[in-house]
T-cell receptor, first 117, second 111 residues
Framework: EAQVTQNPRYLITVTGKKLTVTCSQN?????MSWYRQDPGLGLRQIYY???????DKGDVPEGYKVSRKEKRNFPLILESPSPNQTSLYFC????????????????FGPGTRLTVT | SQQGEEDPQALSIQEGENATMNCSYK?????LQWYRQNSGRGLVHLIL?????REKHSGRLRVTLDTSKKSSSLLITASRAADTASYFC???????????FGKGTMLLVSP
């Protein structure tokens, strides 16, 4: 079954304790992305990756790191989490667009609900 | 930064009625997509419409695009309780290589 998986699904942690949220897709997609969703703010992009070893900042990259060493995996790293990073996080993937804008649908993971106290 | 803005923010209807949601955006686009999100779950792609298209259908969904007004609408006909969800539009205007999502319309369909 074609899918994007995220782990963990729920995480409660304390300020400053480094954490990693994993994301994996089995569709051989080049493009992967991380979003955070907050009430009243909608979905905002954190980082995205057009292909292996190619990453770029989205709208809200501060406090986050990513890496893309393999095509299927795109982990999100919070080196020193703070309470303002409490949010619902989504990973997504799609085929990569070369021309004509973003012309492929994105497949989303089930989400990771993170609470930082 | 927010590109698409959905309107209304919330919509409550009865089963069998039609639901219309609108999306406005600020700058020229190549493509516009609509997604659905059931409470707290991942978004699901509904339909993509290209800038040179005016209307597109998929089952009970009808999407229109008016590039002169920089707006799109999503019509769900004969709504069902299972259509209760949040609906988001997403455009590729700001950065060619990414999608920017609006804040969504919450649709409640009552039996």
């Amino acid at each position: 079954e074609a899918q994007v998986t995220q782990n963990p699904r729920y995480l409660i942690t304390v300020t400053g304790k480094k954490l990693t949220v994993t994301c994996s897709q089995n569709m051989n997609h080049e493009y992967m992305s991380w979003y955070r969703q907050d009430p009243g703010l909608g979905l905002r992009q954190i980082y995205y990756s057009m292909n292996v070893e190619v990453t770029d900042k989205g709208d809200v990259p501060e406090g986050y790191k990513v890496s893309r060493k393999e095509k299927r995996n795109f982990p999100l790293i919070l080196e020193s989490p703070s309470p303002n990073q409490t949010s619902l996080y989504f990973c997504a993937s799609s085929l990569s667009t070369r021309t004509g804008g973003f012309s492929y649908e994105q497949y989303f993971g089930p989400g990771t609900r993170l609470t930082v106290t | 930064s927010q590109q698409g803005e959905e309107d209304p923010q919330a919509l409550s209807i009865q089963e069998g009625e039609n639901a219309t949601m609108n999306c406005s955006y600020k700058t020229s686009i190549n493509n516009l997509q609509w997604y659905r999100q059931n409470s707290g779950r991942g978004l699901v792609h509904l339909i993509l419409i290209r800038s040179n298209e005016r209307e597109k259908h998929s089952g009970r969904l009808r999407v229109t695009l008016d590039t002169s007004k920089k707006s799109s609408s999503l019509l769900i006909t004969a709504s069902r309780a299972a259509d209760t969800a949040s609906y988001f539009c997403a455009t590729d205007a700001e950065r060619y290589s990414t999608l920017t999502f609006g804040k969504g319309t919450m649709l409640l369909v009552s039996p």
